[in-house]
């Protein structure tokens, strides 16, 4: 199998309102048409394990759990994911995209929610070891505008996150900044405040489709 016929795990990222699912169907849509094999998937939840402890993440009161128990769920998630979803796919030669992954969990639950980045690393290579994306894209807008735009979406029950205030949104949003920083390689940054066109255009060059 030559370079280009390797399949991608393709991770977006962002806060909330910045375009990740809009742009995630465009890319599932643009890889089918070139009969490439592909999987759309997301976090938290993507296997079925992991989606029944979505349930527990994402909806009720913000103050639900703290910082640690809301990560170990997760990490508990992701593995799961990871190793009944996302490897397979792999494995059988299918393109893997999927929306949100391990730098959410840096950017809510260390840069936003205050847990050291360190102890964070160390559960990741706990969990998954050297398993990651091969490219992530990073959905870059201010957290303001991101909000405004779910607003315009309308209400929806899992609305857990979105109930946070802004300074929350602006500590993520600087979160998602440092890590792209520290990882130009694999992440790459788009203005998300660009026209759907434009940054689908951005999103097909990042990940070497032209
Ligand atoms: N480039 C864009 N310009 C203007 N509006 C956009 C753009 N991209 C997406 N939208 C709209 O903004 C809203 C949020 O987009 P989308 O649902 O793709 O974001 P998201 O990052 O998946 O949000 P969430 O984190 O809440 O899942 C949607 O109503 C979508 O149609
Ligand atoms: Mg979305």
Redesign the pocket.
Known sequence: MSAVEKPLFIT?E???????????KLLYQELMVREIPVGITREPGGSEGAEEIRELIVNGDKGRWDAWSETLLVWAARRDHVEKVIKPALARGSWVLC??FFDSTFAYQGYAGGLPTGDLQRLREMVIGDFGPSKTIF?DIDPAL?LE??V??GL?SEGR??SFDLTFHQRLHDGFKELARREPERIVTID?????E??QREVLKAVGLH
């Open positions: 977006f962002g806060g909330e309102g910045s375009g990740k699912s809009t742009q995630i929306d949100r959905f991101g735009r779910t315009e979406r929806e996150f979105e998300a405040s660009q026209s759907v434009a940054i």
